[in-house]
């Protein structure tokens, strides 16, 4: 009932650059990318989904830049704190939304997502939905293919 009724407002606040993109310490490398179009060389991915995510965004002639999100950028949700996992920033004219922000799951069906997953994924949704314009979107993709669905 509260997810269903939740509404977002914008207000002045910003982040700064260096407080969200702090680098993280991290030793183990085995689960780290090299990329080119990256905000940094590097990324930690968290998974299979992710690891073959990063590398089809990075050799995507659409894509200009993309981020891992970190832990520090989230959005408050009555269920806990929600952290989005990409933001792409996609070349004008390419495709019809030129910001995405994504979330990448091993499994589109819902009955596979964690009841409190689902319900910051909605909670999401609505604050995307309240904050931003038709150039910016946010959805929940399993593959680069079905982010390029979602943005043509």
């Known amino acids: 009932m509260i997810v269903e009724h939740l509404t977002y407002d914008t207000i002045d606040d910003r982040h700064q650059l260096e407080d969200i993109f702090t680098v993280e310490k991290r030793s183990d ?30 050799k995507s002639v659409e894509v200009v830049v993309y981020a891992k999100l970190p832990k520090n950028f989230f959005i408050p949700t009555p269920v806990g704190n929600y952290n989005p996992d990409w933001a792409i920033a996609f070349n004008e004219g390419a495709v019809k939304h030129i910001y995405f922000v994504a979330e990448t799951k ?42 390029m669905e979602l943005v043509r």
């Open 29 to 58: 490398f085995s689960r780290a990318v090299k990329t080119d179009r990256h905000v940094y060389d590097y990324v930690f991915t968290d998974s299979t989904v992710e690891k073959n995510f990063v590398t089809e965004l990075d």
């Open 106 to 147: 091993g499994s589109m069906s819902s009955m596979e997502l964690r009841k409190i997953e689902e319900s910051k994924i909605d909670c999401a949704r609505k604050f995307f939905a309240g904050i931003t314009s038709e150039q910016v979107k946010y959805d929940v993709v399993d593959s680069y293919g079905k982010l």
